[in-house]
């Protein structure tokens, strides 16, 4: 079948890439290069496609690496933050597997301080005090944790009413109901009180004794 220019309207041979008489391209070679185009158009078009594509993937890793370290920044820390801020004062006490008892000692009250001495905490490691009258007082409890710390708390295992407390090995225990509690962390470990540990009481170390803020402990209600 004859070709013929799209230009002069003369013949031209087939497979002619131009009319040998005026020199125009043929319909063969325009769709060649239509073709190649074409075939160029899809594999550039590709190449951008995938381009965009990794980048999007990217971006999307990017964003969800922030937003998971903000949610983990922003999860509510563990354990008591007052025990936390307790400084390391003393040397670690270590605690025998037998358990320990608290030991019976005196606190004054004293310019709006309640002032446990500290040499008595740290050769007793684990000592019970009351605020106010005896019978009727709060009972506090005062211990040196296994990282040096002075810890003070309420005496009181809320639930069960127990005011006594032992410690064995690196747990704190109420004897009454048997709970226990991480002894550095007052995190629960086994009970039905486990839920409320002795509550914490902030204290500073001033030269021999150990001050509690009077009114932090006249203000104290229980947790249940």
């Not at 037998?98 to 019976?104: D, E, I």
Request: glycine letters at 10%; one cysteine or more.
């Amino acid at each position: 079948m004859a070709n013929y220019c799209s230009e002069c309207g003369k013949t031209i041979e087939q497979g002619a890439r131009f009319c040998t008489h005026c020199g125009a391209p043929s319909n063969d070679n325009t769709h060649s290069k239509a073709g190649r185009q074409e075939k160029k158009e899809k594999v550039v078009g590709k190449s951008h496609a995938g381009s965009r594509n990794r980048k999007v993937r990217v971006i999307t890793v990017a964003v969800v690496v922030v937003l998971a370290g903000w949610v983990i920044w922003n999860l509510p820390s563990s354990g008591n933050p007052v025990l936390k801020a307790l400084p390391v004062v003393v040397a670690p006490a270590y605690y025998s597997s037998a358990g320990q008892q608290m030991a019976a000692i005196q606190a004054r009250v004293e310019n709006g301080n309640i002032i446990v001495p500290l040499g008595e905490v740290t050769e007793k490691r684990f000592v019970r005090f009351t605020y106010g009258d005896g019978a009727s007082g709060l009972p506090l409890l005062a211990y040196v944790s296994g990282e040096g710390k002075i810890v003070t708390a309420v005496s009181l295992c809320e639930p069960c009413n127990s005011t006594a407390f032992h410690i064995k090995g690196d747990k704190i225990v109420c004897n009454a109901c048997g709970s226990t509690w991480e002894l550095n962390t007052l995190e629960s470990i086994s009970g039905s009180c486990g839920k409320y540990p002795p509550d914490v009481v902030p204290n500073t170390i001033v030269g021999k004794n150990i001050q509690i803020d009077e009114q932090i402990v006249a203000r104290w209600q229980r947790r249940v």
